[in-house]
């Protein structure tokens, strides 16, 4: 939890094994070490062989945390600091997979909040980002997927695609041959009661937008992570993939 004047960040993560033999998500809420009100938020959902994905989605987070550590606050330019670490922790994972016979792949789903309330994010993948004022959607990143292309082309609805048969078929993602072209985003000033929350698909995929913004809104970050990952489980039926997420609010200094 970091204090900053007028508002505080709380923030929870969660994250569950699902029906899969292995845990590859990875995700982490940083506060920075000598600026308070900064914190960054990295989701990474690995994918590649039962350690591949783990390695990969690991080497996001470590790569996180050194940039991060280095970073100068009022400096130097957050959005720099976010496509950097997609550019080396995709370097990264592919120099992982030259000493291994594995294939390991990672989304990247990023977000730094600023303590003047700035927000900037970044993602390449299916793992999203969504903003919250109160219980109501404001934005959210876009899958880079083969159905969000379907969706985006006006081939198939937002919820012909949560079933369709190629969901989790991606068009971008770390670690591939070709380099990965994210996406980027900037909110100038988050108000007092937003939520940020990033999520993998296997949380996403069991929940509408307005499930979702009544949750973060309704409940304290810890207790909404509990409640969102625990009715997925339910909802998955015994197929679900791996989950994770993290949530941060701006709650008012009562």
Known sequence: MTRTPGFRLNAATGTHRGDRLYQQ?????????RAPGWVLSVLADGMGGKSGGRKAADQVV????QLFDRFVPDEENPAELLRQLVSEAHLMIKLTALSTEEEPHSTIAAFLVAADRRCYWIHTGDSRIYLFRGPNMIKRTLDHSYVQRLVD??????DEAISHPQSNLLTGCLGTVQDPTPTEDQI?????GDSLLSCSDGLWHYYNERE?????????????AELLISKARQRAKGGGDNLSMSLIRLDPIS
């Open 25 to 33: 998500d990875q995700v982490e809420v940083i506060s920075h070490p």
């Open 153 to 158: 082309e006006g081939q198939i609805t937002e």
């Open 212 to 224: 979702l913004g009544t949750v973060v809104h309704s409940l304290p970050p810890r207790e909404a």
């Open 62 to 65: 470590m790569t996180a945390h």
């Open 188 to 192: 100038e000033r988050l108000e007092i």
